[in-house]
């Protein structure tokens, strides 16, 4: 059993930026793709961004392209998501994921479903 522990939510004005951390309890080195999810009240939960667990293949909801980045560090088992100039719509609760690999990452990596292991949430609110 796999546990994620998400790290960085708060509060933030829009045009800020925020950075989410999530800690694996186990080597994820080649071994886990990892993920986020958000939930925003009263919807449903969406795929944000995916990284393989080589590290090289990446994925991402198109309305954070070029605003968030989703890195890894094998070494530390942990995976980070960076948020720049968010806006009052990426208010929600984020998730981080992991998966053993399945299929192939870009068809599979969005699917909320197909994960094995969830961390608890942190809450990101964008409000002036």
């Not at 930026?17 to 999810?37: N, V």
């Not at 293949?57 to 560090?73: Q, T």
């Not at 009052?88 to 994921?97: K, R």
């Amino acid at each position: 059993q796999v546990q994620l522990v998400e790290s960085g939510g708060g509060s933030v004005q829009p045009g800020g930026s925020l950075r989410l951390s999530c800690a694996a309890s186990e080597h994820t080195s080649g071994s886990l793709h990892m993920g986020w999810f958000r939930q925003a009240r009263g919807k449903e939960r969406e795929f944000v961004a995916a990284i393989a667990g080589n590290g090289i293949s990446s994925s991402y909801l198109e309305s954070v392209k070029g605003r968030f980045n989703i890195s890894r560090d094998n070494a530390e088992n942990s995976v980070t998501l960076q948020m720049n100039n968010l806006k009052p719509e990426d208010t929600a609760e984020y998730y981080c994921a992991a998966k053993r690999p399945r299929g192939s990452f870009y068809l599979t990596a969005r699917v909320a479903d197909d994960y094995d292991y969830w961390g608890q949430g942190t809450q990101i609110t964008v409000s002036s």
